[in-house]
């Protein structure tokens, strides 16, 4: 029978909720069984589409277009899986099934109630889950801080599922132990009142993921165990690491692997993790860099960086990295500093390679108009991924091709030269206001033209990438591009679409209408990222 394991956070948010369940995961695939993950989100927006990046983080799309947590992008890269709609809850998605259902009289008069009705829909998501994925563990990971009104009725789905199947659901908290600078002693006492919050939600944690800066020592474990009311060597210690990839290997020195499947009474004389951990001890070892620009504008919030928006074209860039020894140095330029200042733009030669990323509206396109024509007249490598397609389209036809007044609908409705247009069923969708889950979501086929050096990446002919968007290349500009040089090295069969341009003459000027960092994989990094790294450690 399948095997439920929720984990819910404490004290804090942001201390690796979302790769502690992508780690244990990965141990549970590694002794051989099959696993899925789940993440639940308590907010009420349907999903993450309509958030801003910048509050949210990147919106992660799945093969089937939905537009997810990161979390999500986590689980594909540490499992090597590809999920779908039925690993990602919203509390949007649960309580407009169940309005849907009550419409339909499907409840057959009864009276519809927040409990238990609310908990029994996320229960049944959580098991169609496990039935999909054909799952003997599925992890769930309960978004938000426990104590969070938010989430509330997520715990309570989780001890109502306990209360259904007792052998089979097993409860993990993820604490921070903070380590005051005044004091300089690592306290317990926010993880025990964690502990007694779960408590009170009827839930008793049977693991404690203790995260903090350093490890923790035994005199801290056997608090914890007193006050929690659970078993020492179910206290794992779970210090800062320089990198995510390193967690579960670090969580398999404390032996939480064997603790779970104890809990469960199962055994595994399995441990897969060789080539993982060869992984690891490259990504220690490193020292040639790769510097990698990526002129973007969602990290800029206040006087910090924020790296969330990015973070798959990060992994992307780091798997493609690791595979030729090299040690990635990503670097984040403002596409509106090129804009006010463009002396600046010289400093893109201190790069080997340029990335362009997605993104939405009018702010700072230009300046990344301008540093797309100084890559291609300085021979940088570029890689442009969506709007950096786009934005790489409309500076070839102003520069190229001559048609000065060249640009996309989505920033000038009226302009004649929209060398990039929105589709008309978009349109559509835009006039009624239809925004949330209507863009060209999720994969699609793309055949490549041979002899391109797209295909000299993929070394195959038919592929299939995750999109994003609602804008796409006019084909009434096709033909002048490709007379001026522009190569359309992947079509969209169904719907005759560019998905992808190079240009000639160039050591690495590739852009996808699609997003290829959603499928990079630590051990199997994109080929389209392996070939820009590659070119870009000959740079
Ligand atoms: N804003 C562009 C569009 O909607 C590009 C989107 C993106 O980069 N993901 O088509």
Wanted: glycine share 8%; proline share 4%; charged share 25%.
């Amino acid at each position: 029978m399948t095997k439920f394991i929720f984990v819910a956070g404490g004290v804090m948010s942001g201390i690796g909720k979302g790769i502690a369940v992508a780690s244990i995961g990965k141990i549970l695939k590694s002794k051989g069984f099959r696993v899925t993950a789940v993440k639940i989100d308590p907010y009420i927006n349907v999903d993450a589409g309509t958030m801003n990046p910048i509050e949210h983080g990147e919106v992660f799309v799945t093969d089937d277009g939905v537009e997810c947590d990161q979390d999500i992008g986590n689980y594909e890269r540490f499992l090597d899986d590809n999920l779908s709609s039925n690993n990602y809850i919203t509390t949007g998605r649960v309580y407009q099934a169940v309005i849907n259902r009550e419409r339909n009289l499907e409840y057959k008069g009864k009276c519809v109630e927040v409990v238990p009705d609310i908990p029994n829909e996320v229960i049944s998501r959580i098991k169609k889950a496990a039935k999909k994925n054909r799952a003997e563990f599925v992890l769930i990971e309960i978004g938000g801080t426990v104590g969070e009104y938010q989430n509330m009725l997520f715990l309570e789905a989780a001890r109502m599922l306990k209360l259904q199947r007792p052998l089979s659901v097993l409860f993990i908290l993820v604490s921070y132990l903070p380590i005051p600078k005044t004091i300089g002693e690592m306290k317990t006492k926010p993880t025990q009142y964690a502990a007694r919050t779960l408590n009170s939600a009827g839930i008793q944690p049977d693991i404690i993921l203790a995260r903090a800066s350093v490890a923790l020592d035994e005199s801290r474990k056997t608090k914890i165990s007193i006050f929690c009311n659970i078993s020492k060597k179910d206290v794992i210690s779970a210090p800062d690491i320089a990198s995510i990839y390193e967690v579960p290997i670090n969580f398999e020195k404390e032996n939480l692997g064997n603790r779970i499947l104890k809990k469960f009474n199962l055994t595994s004389q399995k441990n897969n993790l060789k080539d993982w951990k060869a992984l690891v001890k490259i990504i220690e070892q490193v020292e040639k860099p790769v510097k990698i620009g990526i002129v973007g504008k969602y990290f800029e919030t206040g006087k910090f960086t924020l790296i969330d928006s990015y973070i798959s074209i990060i992994e992307a860039i780091k798997h493609a990295c690791w595979f030729y020894k090299r040690k990635p140095e990503i670097h984040w330029l403002s596409s509106g500093n090129f804009e006010k200042n463009p002396q600046s733009l010289k400093e893109l030669k201190n790069y080997d390679g340029i990335i362009v990323p997605g993104g939405f509206g009018n702010r700072g396109v230009e300046g990344k108009i301008k540093a797309i024509e100084f890559c291609r007249k300085q021979k940088i490598p570029f890689l442009g991924l969506c709007l950096g397609m786009q934005l790489a389209v409309i500076e070839f036809a102003r520069n190229v091709c001559g048609l000065e007044k060249a640009n996309s609908a989505e920033f000038s409705k009226n302009c004649k030269e929209r060398v990039i247009d929105v589709m008309p069923e978009q349109k559509v969708l835009l006039k009624e206001k239809k925004y949330g889950g209507t863009m060209r979501l999720g994969s699609y086929k793309c055949e490549l033209k041979k002899g391109t050096k797209t295909w000299n990446a993929y070394k195959q002919l038919n592929i299939s990438e995750r999109h994003r968007h609602r804008y796409e290349l006019n084909n009434e500009f096709k033909d002048v591009l490709e007379t001026n040089g522009m190569i359309m090295s992947g079509i969209n069969p169904e719907k005759d679409l560019v998905e992808i341009i190079e240009i000639k003459d160039h050591v690495f000027f590739i852009a996808t209408q699609f997003h290829p960092e959603f499928k990079s994989r630590p051990l199997r990094p994109h080929p389209l990222f392996r070939e820009f790294i590659k070119v870009a450690v000959q740079h």
